[in-house]
Structure formats: structure tokens, C-alpha cells
């Protein structure tokens, strides 16, 4: 369900939308998160690591996102009915994504066949493909839909990923290919800051609801600063150095790190950034006589 | 082909809610919601100052972004253009609300009253759909009335039986409805001797609502 009832009507400037909440976001953090993990427990699987509890753990995210989304709707009974649109709706298109995945991972953790965990590995990149389409589809808040933030959310789901494979591989005294881990986890930081500056910058550029975009700033230093470019050298520090302590402690440091500031992100993302498009009037009407008024766009940056 | 759609003339609106109030009363909606609204804005800057009363609600867009999005095809484009919603296949999952530049859809997960929930008046007791609770809901254009008229033989936009509430109940005649596809209908005729906009154009969405600011004389094609 949505929060409770907000009178905005009269509102000219945009306000935030009330209708997806942390439950929403929920979907988002897990489900990314979750998705990541089950991309990486096949790429570890490649250097030899288990993959049985890192697919499961995979595809409990993934499963605690999508009972988010549940508690979220307001006719849970109906829940069914979402697999109606798979030709345009991105919603329909990752629920129908969600049974194939959870039967190829199950599959894969059930009878080891290697084959079962890379389909499972394509069908979480899918999975996650459409959860960023689905924010980028709702054109209503101008954060969610630029382009750029399907690159900005694949490659926090994928760091997720990588960072919660570090951590499962770290807690399972699975360190022979941590050095392998850190290296993606590096080479997906980098992509995901160079993704967050070029998303902010467009959206500069393009022009946003100004509370949508101080939302964003907030977070700069927590999100870019703490959780990006600090894992980035702490990264680069672990892959130069020749001490598994090192590897071992820089690389959990980094990815708990970079899991928690991609975390943020998403919430605020959906929570704290998602502002709507508000109204505005390209000309104001000629009253009797004379000229029209000067253009309005209450809010906006 | 058909397609209903609405003028506004910005220059007749006094913001007096006379339509806000007659939505309300066709469709009962809740208390809070309101499919037709009319915002106060104010442009410019003292002593410039101009204010401007914008009646707003769902644009019908031919391309309708809410559609596009509904996982359910609880939303459906007609084809005279209008967008309905499907009240028993909607899931409330708000996706239409924030995939509508618009702000036009609302979703509310329990009856508010007038007068607190303590005191639900006799009417608006009566009135009480649990079907449209926990699902979205927006301005229809009155499609029931549009329907029905037809079936009449009655022209929407022309006979006030089947014509939206809002555009029947305004005093200072600011709505014209009809088929923007009818070169001859009075919206296509009104539209072509003025000059208008459609709010958030650049978006892409072909919303089927068009606010006149002025008479075709004073303004030029690009304006249009």
C-alpha cells in the first residue's frame, strides 16, 4: 500500500510521489542485490569457487524484493493479474523473468549442473535489465527517467553483486579467487562512478525538480566519496599488494562498503529523489488586452 | 476516427472550482481526490505579476505513458482516445502514478469523508465504491456520460447529456469538448482560431487537452 492519503491538490511545484515507498525501494535494493550475487556465484563458479549458498542467497534477495513489491500493491489478492502486459509494461516482463530464475537457481543449487547456474547467471542480468527499464519507464519523475540511470542502476546491482561475493566468499574461507573478485569489484566501481557523474550531470543538464536534484547532492559525499571512490583505492591498494591479509581485509572493507552506499542509493533514489513532474505553463493567457504573461515552471532547476 | 479531447481557455477561467466541485458530485470521488483540479499559479516577478487559473486533470495522451507501463492492461487506450482504467483488474500498484507527468491518478486505501471519518454524510455514504478503493483512479472524461449519450444519438461536446461534468457545470464557459479529429466539431474550430499549448509537450505524450492564451491574431505558428 501507498502512504496515507496527502491532499496535493493545488500543488504547482513538484512534490514527491507518495505511491512507491521503502517497500518499493525494497524491491530495487534486493532484487539488485540479489541479482548481482547470482551473476557472480557463475563467474566464481568459472574460477572454481562453490556456488550452491551463493546462488541461494542470490535468490533469497531477489525473493525478499519481490515480497516488498507484494506488500506494496494495493489488491495483493490480484497479484496475478501482473502478468498481464508483457508487450510494453517492464513490471510485467520482470515478474515473468522471476519463476525461470528461481527454477534455473534452484536447479542449478539442486542437481550442480553447471549449465543451470550460467542460464540462471543470463536470467539475473535480465531480471536486473528490467528493474532498471521499469524505473527509467515511469516518465513521470524526471530523476527516474533519464536514460542514464539504466547503466547508474545495473552496475550499482552488479557492485552489489560483486560485493556480496567478496563477503559470502571472505565468510566462507573461499579466498582463492578473492583477488579475482577484487578485481571486477574495481572495474565495476569505476564504471558505476563514471555512470553516477555522467546520470547527475544529464540531469543537470537537462533540467530536474530542484529538490530532486539536492537529494542527490546529499548524498554525494556518502554514496560517491565513501562508497565509491574510497573502495576504488582501497581496491587498488588490495590488487597491487601481495598479503592475503591485505587482499583480505581491503576487499571486505570495499565491498561492504560499496554494497551499503549502493543500498543508499536506491532508497533515496525512490524515497528522497523522486519528485514529480509538477505543472508548468509555457505562457500565461492574454486578459483583455495587451500580451501574455512570462512563462512558469514552478520548482524547477 | 474520433478523438475526444478538451480546450481550455485560460483566458475565461476565474478559478471559481465550480468543476472541481461537479466532478466530484458525477464521479463521488473520495474525499481528497479530485480528478479535475484548477490551480492558482502565479508568473513573474513584482511589480509583473500575472495570475493564472489552469484547470488540470488527465490529459488523455494519445500516447499514454500510464498504459504503456500497467503491468494488468487495467489501463486501456480507447480507440476515440480516451484512457480508462479497468477497476477489477487494477493492483494498485501505483506504477500509472508515477509513470503520469500529469500528477492525475490517485490512489486511496480508504474512504475519506467531508466531514472526518466520525461523520460520513447519508450521500456520501451511499456512494461508496470498495471497488475503487486501493486502485488507481482518474478522470474518465465522463465516459459513461459519453457513452450513453452516443447510444442516444446525442453528440458529446454539443448535448450536455453527453458531455463531461466539468464542461457542463462551468460558468464562464472556459471548456469546450469534442472530436479533435471532426474539422467541423467546436473544439477543432475554436482551436484553429487560437492560440494554445498543451502542457508538457516536449514529454512526448500528445495529451489531448489544449489551453488557449490567446486569439489566433496575436499569436504566430510557432506558438501554436
Avoid at chain 2, 51 to 78: I, L, N, S, W, Y
Avoid at chain 2, 117 to 135: F, H, K, N, T
Avoid at chain 2, 186 to 205: C, N, P, Q, V, Y
Amino acid at each position: 500500500m501507498s502512504t496515507p492519503l496527502e491532499n496535493t491538490s493545488g500543488r504547482t511545484a513538484p512534490w514527491h510521489q507518495s505511491n512507491w515507498d521503502l517497500r518499493a525501494a525494497g524491491n530495487f535494493v534486493f532484487g539488485g542485490a540479489g541479482t548481482g550475487l547470482i551473476v557472480f556465484a557463475a563467474i566464481g563458479h568459472a574460477f572454481g569457487a562453490a556456488y550452491v549458498w551463493t546462488v541461494l542467497t542470490g535468490l533469497a534477495l531477489v525473493g525478499a524484493g519481490l515480497l516488498c513489491v507484494w506488500a506494496e500493491i494495493g489488491r495483493p489478492l490480484r497479484a496475478v493479474n501482473v502478468y498481464r502486459h508483457a508487450k510494453t509494461s517492464w513490471m510485467t516482463r520482470e515478474a515473468m523473468v522471476a519463476p525461470f530464475l528461481f527454477a534455473s537457481g534452484l536447479g542449478a543449487a539442486w542437481t550442480g549442473s553447471e549449465v543451470l547456474v550460467w542460464v540462471a547467471a543470463a536470467l539475473a542480468l535480465v531480471y536486473l535489465t528490467c528493474q532498471a527499464q521499469m524505473i527509467k519507464a515511469a516518465r513521470g519523475i524526471p530523476a527516474w527517467r533519464s536514460p542514464r540511470i539504466v547503466p547508474l542502476v545495473m552496475l550499482t546491482g552488479l557492485c552489489e553483486g560483486a560485493s556480496l561475493a567478496i563477503l559470502v566468499a571472505a565468510l566462507s574461507s573461499d579466498h582463492a579467487y578473492l583477488k579475482w573478485l577484487d578485481g571486477f569489484l574495481l572495474a565495476l566501481v569505476l564504471a558505476r562512478g563514471f555512470a553516477w557523474y555522467v546520470y547527475r550531470s544529464g540531469l543537470q543538464h537537462e533540467g530536474a525538480p530542484t529538490k530532486a536534484l539536492a537529494a542527490l547532492s546529499r548524498i554525494e559525499l556518502a554514496f560517491a566519496m565513501l562508497g565509491n571512490w574510497g573502495p576504488l583505492v582501497l581496491l587498488f591498494i588490495a590488487l597491487a599488494s601481495s598479503s592475503v591479509n591485505v587482499i583480505f581485509w581491503l576487499g571486505a572493507i570495499s565491498a561492504f562498503a560499496t554494497l551499503w552506499s549502493g543500498w543508499l542509493f536506491k532508497v533515496v533514489l525512490i524515497t528522497r529523489a523522486a519528485y514529480n513532474q509538477g505543472f508548468a505553463l509555457p505562457r500565461t493567457a492574454v486578459r483583455g488586452t495587451g500580451s501574455g504573461g512570462p512563462a512558469a515552471r514552478p520548482g524547477w532547476h | 476516427m474520433t478523438r475526444w479531447a478538451m480546450a481550455v481557455d485560460l483566458r475565461r477561467c476565474i478559478g471559481c472550482q465550480t468543476c472541481t466541485t461537479a466532478c466530484r458530485g458525477a464521479n463521488a470521488t473520495p474525499g481528497g481526490v479530485q480528478w479535475r483540479q484548477v490551480l492558482d499559479m502565479e508568473t513573474g516577478e513584482f511589480p509583473d505579476v500575472r495570475r493564472a487559473f489552469v484547470p488540470v486533470g488527465c490529459m488523455h495522451c494519445a500516447d499514454p505513458p500510464c498504459e504503456h507501463v500497467c503491468p494488468t492492461t487495467a489501463t486501456k487506450k480507447r480507440a476515440d482516445g480516451l484512457v480508462t482504467i479497468d477497476y477489477d483488474i487494477c493492483i494498485g500498484c501505483g506504477y500509472c502514478a508515477v509513470a503520469c507527468p500529469y500528477q492525475a491518478r490517485h490512489i486511496v486505501h480508504r474512504n475519506a469523508f467531508a466531514f472526518g471519518d466520525q461523520r460520513p454524510m447519508e450521500s456520501e455514504l451511499a456512494r461508496v465504491d470498495p471497488g475503487r478503493i486501493s486502485v488507481a483512479t482518474k478522470c474518465s472524461f465522463c465516459k459513461d456520460r459519453i457513452d450513453a449519450g452516443l447510444q442516444q444519438g446525442l453528440t458529446p461536446g454539443v448535448d450536455p447529456e453527453a458531455t463531461p461534468a466539468c464542461v457542463n457545470a462551468c460558468i464562464t464557459q472556459t471548456y469546450v469538448f469534442g472530436d479533435r479529429d471532426d474539422p467541423n466539431s467546436k473544439l477543432s474550430r475554436l482551436l484553429d482560431d487560437a492560440t494554445h499549448f498543451r502542457m508538457h509537450e516536449d514529454l512526448g505524450t500528445d495529451p489531448g487537452i489544449y489551453y488557449i492564451w490567446d486569439g489566433k491574431a496575436a499569436g504566430t505558428e510557432a506558438d501554436k
